[in-house]
């Protein structure tokens, strides 16, 4: 697909995105002055702590996820031009035996391999972080072509997996980039950059699980000799 297309495409997708959205605020905004006596005690309570409000908007999955039809169209269109990658059978393997050794990377590990992510050579999304060896959109990792899947590279992306699973998609993404999910719609639609920092959350926390992995791995015996690479 020709670029002018697609930045139709996606573009259609956001105004739909965002109809949708401001179709959803209606939707809540006129059930809460219905229930405004009963259920909101004061000004300024999230959302989430009023219990009825919370059940519409979780039933209103563009409010809680506004970013999600401009994540999927970007998605498709990354994976229409990637090769998938065989992770080797022996990264999992070793995950599987350092989440069981080490009890502080656990979760995030477990909830990354539980969701069984694929990865993928190419894709013009990983071109947006001009600096990163690859780019985890959920269930999908795009790796830089010519960029081979170390296991480093594979443990710090799982954990990122991981975090999808526990943030969602919007939470996720608005924190590790540090913008608005607008800026982010607005910057992918058009294919602009949108580099995090090594400073942002969900880095921090990628780089010091890999680096683990890594100190530990240093310890094992493995079948192939498999290492990790100086840096991810
Ligand atoms: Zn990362």
Redesign the pocket.
């Known amino acids: 697909m020709g670029l002018g297309k697609f930045a139709k495409k996606v573009g259609r997708g956001a105004k739909k995105a965002a109809k949708k959205v401001g179709r959803g605020a209606k939707k809540a905004g006129a059930v809460a002055l219905d229930t405004t006596d009963t259920v909101l005690r004061g000004p300024g309570r999230a959302l989430h702590d009023v219990p009825v409000l919370g059940r519409i908007a979780d039933s209103i999955p563009s409010i809680r996820d506004p970013l999600a039809p401009v994540f999927e169209a970007v998605v498709a269109t990354s994976l229409a031009k990637s090769d998938p990658i065989n992770v080797p059978e022996e990264y999992t393997e070793l995950v599987r035996r350092y989440a069981t050794d080490v009890e502080q990377d656990r979760a995030w590990l477990a909830r990354g391999l539980r969701a069984k992510p694929r990865f993928h050579h190419g894709g013009w999304v990983i071109k947006m972080q001009p600096a990163?060896g690859?780019m985890?959109m959920d269930n999908d990792v795009f790796v830089r072509r010519g960029r081979s899947l170390d296991v480093r590279l594979y443990v710090?992306?799982l954990?990122?997996v991981g975090q999808y699973k526990t943030f969602g998609r919007t939470d996720f993404l608005t924190t590790y980039f540090g913008l608005s999910a607008a800026t982010i719609a607005y910057r992918w639609v058009r294919r602009r950059p949108t580099e995090?920092t090594r400073s942002s959350p969900?880095?921090k926390s990628?780089?010091a699980i890999d680096k683990r992995f890594c100190t530990w791995l240093e310890s094992q015996t493995t079948s192939s000799g498999t290492t990790c690479p100086d840096t991810?």
Do not use: F, L, Q
């Open positions: 990163a690859a985890t710090h992306e954990v990122h995090p969900h880095e990628a780089y991810t």
